[in-house]
């Protein structure tokens, strides 16, 4: 049996704290193992434990729920000893990010668990996508971990006023979350990087081409993840993390790096999308009507705040599309939900025929 000293000392480098000792206890009684899920792969998984990096099979907890499959950054209990070693049981997440799979069936997929700061990278050397930036923002608010957003590449934009517009353009989409430049070629910015992240667990986030790797590289202190270079024409690289990687700071803290994100749909995020548009939510509890959809009703102080220019445009059509996307998507397992939107759908279609029949009755 190991004892408590061992376990604290070879697992607190990687987050281990009494509230997960607590939650194991039952586990130890079994004689089990714990662990942290460093690398998920076809089905196992690597696994520091007290006695090492283990190789263990994830067979005994394959779910029929997909958001409960072993994931990197999980906390687990293995077999102690034997060949091949087994994961018998996850503990419960404090956190997830999770994301909706290309199914056509309502999916989510858990990219890493038990995160306390998603870091989304993103580009200086394309243009910015702020649509896309809300989106990464609002999965990492409702995973439950604080978001960050790292402007990689930042010494392609050597023009301090046209940087400082950038931030603050990215800075408007994302209220309430930290923005950085960081050059990881040079080292510019990354000593703030690395005191934000320097305690807990960071989920590395971001498009192929966003930096994400020369990044982890230069917060490990070491080159542990392939770099590739970015096309020219649109920025984009091809995936050179191909497995999410848990990894242990020398700073403090753990970085876990993810694979270039071609698609991030929503699952769920109705609290995320909220809080990445909490200027919007607040304008809207100010409109007249409880249900207003900030479209053409009267006494609306969203469609206010946009006709004075208070609020951009882009911000409202984003909010828009982000909610329709989680409504559908939610909509999908919940039936009440389907018949509610079908509901609206037939009122808004019955409005628009009696708005038309009501201007060609004025042009006759």
């Not at 590739?228 to 984009?236: E, I, P």
Request: glycine letters at 10%; proline letters at 5%.
């Amino acid at each position: 049996m190991t004892s408590t000293s061992a376990v604290s000392s070879a697992l607190a480098p990687y987050g281990w704290d009494e509230a997960w000792a607590d939650a194991f206890a039952p586990y130890e009684a079994d004689g089990l193992l714990p662990g942290r899920v460093v690398r998920v792969d076809r089905g196992q998984c690597d696994v520091v434990t007290p006695v090492g990096t283990v190789r263990a099979d994830t067979e005994f907890v394959v779910p029929r729920d997909p958001m409960k499959v072993v994931c990197t950054g999980d906390w687990v209990a293995v077999d102690p000893e034997g060949d091949p070693r087994y994961v018998r049981t996850c503990l419960p997440r404090r956190t997830a990010f999770v994301r909706s799979t290309s199914s056509k069936r309502s999916e989510g997929q858990v990219l890493a668990a038990n995160v306390d700061h998603a870091v989304v990278a993103v580009s200086l050397a394309v243009e910015l996508d702020l649509g896309r930036v809300e989106r990464f923002l609002a999965l990492a608010w409702e995973s439950g971990a604080q978001p960050v957003v790292v402007l990689t590449k930042a010494d392609l934009v050597p023009d301090p006023a046209t940087l400082a517009h950038l931030v603050q353009d990215v800075e408007t989409s994302a209220p309430g979350v930290p923005v950085l430049t960081v050059s990881a070629l040079h080292g510019d910015g990354l000593d703030v990087l690395v005191a934000l992240v320097g305690s807990g667990t960071s989920v590395l986030l971001g498009q192929s081409g966003a930096g994400k790797s020369t990044l982890a590289n230069a917060l490990v202190g070491t080159d542990v993840m392939v770099v590739q270079a970015a096309r020219d024409v649109d920025g984009k690289g091809r995936h050179t993390t191909t497995t999410r990687n848990l990894l242990a700071l020398p700073t403090g803290g753990v970085l876990i790096d993810t694979p270039g994100l071609r698609g991030v749909g929503l699952f769920d995020a109705e609290s995320g999308v909220g809080q990445v548009f909490a200027e919007i939510e607040e304008l809207a509890a100010r409109c007249r009507f409880h249900d207003c959809s900030h479209a053409s009703e009267p006494g609306c102080a969203v469609r206010s705040a946009v006709d004075s220019g208070e609020l951009p445009v882009r911000r409202l059509e984003s909010y828009h599309k982000l909610l329709r996307e989680n409504q559908w998507i939610v909509a999908k397992t919940d039936a009440r939900l389907r018949a509610e939107i079908k509901r609206d759908w037939k009122r808004k279609g019955a409005e628009g025929r009696a708005a038309m029949e009501a201007k060609r009755g004025r042009w006759k």
